[in-house]
């Protein structure tokens, strides 16, 4: 069966530009989930979503960073005008939990690298 | 603040040894400990969990064992084998939220054959 994907993974661009990151979850997983990983750190939360529904973005950095999941399937994380310093792996994972369900575990794609130059 | 810390950046163990991997945090709403793996290239894969009200959870070469008023979670291998290497990651959730994961840094297991 298939996976958590996302694509691209990997995208390099310039100070100032947009990126569009694109992330397909298992088949029927309500949850979604949307991580950021330093090189030598464990993934950090950035935002959640429960069906289309954004009920958590308490992650992420700033106003530049945006997510949506306007069927509750596919996500797309957006950086605007990008930084140096939004360069990481961004993961995405995905979760048949829904809220207040018992706790399922998160199964990760295999990520994003940013490079921003 | 790191409110899940794995101290150990690397551990080496030889082949059919046990390796065991430690974590620690802070937050008390915290009731759902997972640990993941992973290999190069690849995104972290599920291994194992623990929910607060156990303290002990096993499956196959895998035991967690949870320490609720020490705050400190630890993951047995044994054996340990060489496709075990890969780095390990602690991470735990307060359910009664979104179920965001809140990770450690990783600890690298290398198993020498």
């Known amino acids: 069966g298939a996976g958590v994907s996302q694509s691209p993974r990997y995208k390099v661009t310039k100070r100032g530009q947009d990126v569009a990151l694109r992330c397909d979850p298992i088949?029927?997983?309500?949850?979604l989930y949307w991580y950021r990983q330093a090189l030598g750190q464990g993934p950090e939360f950035l935002t959640y979503?429960?069906?289309?529904?954004?009920?958590?973005k308490s992650g992420l950095p700033n106003d530049r960073f945006s997510a949506e999941r306007p069927e509750g399937s596919i996500s797309t994380l957006t950086i605007q005008r990008t930084e140096q310093r939004d360069s990481a792996m961004y993961r995405c994972a995905s979760s048949f939990r829904s809220s207040g369900a018992p706790y399922n575990e998160q199964f990760f794609g295999p990520g994003t690298r940013l490079t921003v130059l | 603040d790191q409110q899940v810390k794995q101290n150990s950046p690397s551990l080496s163990v030889q082949e059919g040894r046990i390796s065991i991997l430690n974590c620690d945090y802070t937050n008390s709403m915290f009731d759902y400990f997972l640990w993941y793996k992973k290999y190069p290239a690849e995104g972290p894969t599920f291994l194992i969990s623990?929910?607060?009200?156990?303290d002990k959870n096993e499956d196959g070469r895998f035991t967690v064992f949870l320490n609720k008023s020490a705050k400190h979670l630890s993951l047995h291998i044994v054996p340990s084998q060489p496709g075990d290497s890969a780095v390990y990651f602690c991470?735990?959730?307060?359910?009664?939220?979104?179920?965001?994961?809140?990770f450690g840094q990783g600890t690298t297991l290398q198993v020498k054959p």
């Open positions: 979503f429960n069906y289309e529904a954004q009920q958590d």
């Open positions: 623990i929910s607060s009200i156990k």
């Open positions: 088949s029927g997983h309500v949850s």
């Open positions: 991470a735990a959730s307060d359910s009664g939220n979104t179920g965001k994961l809140i």
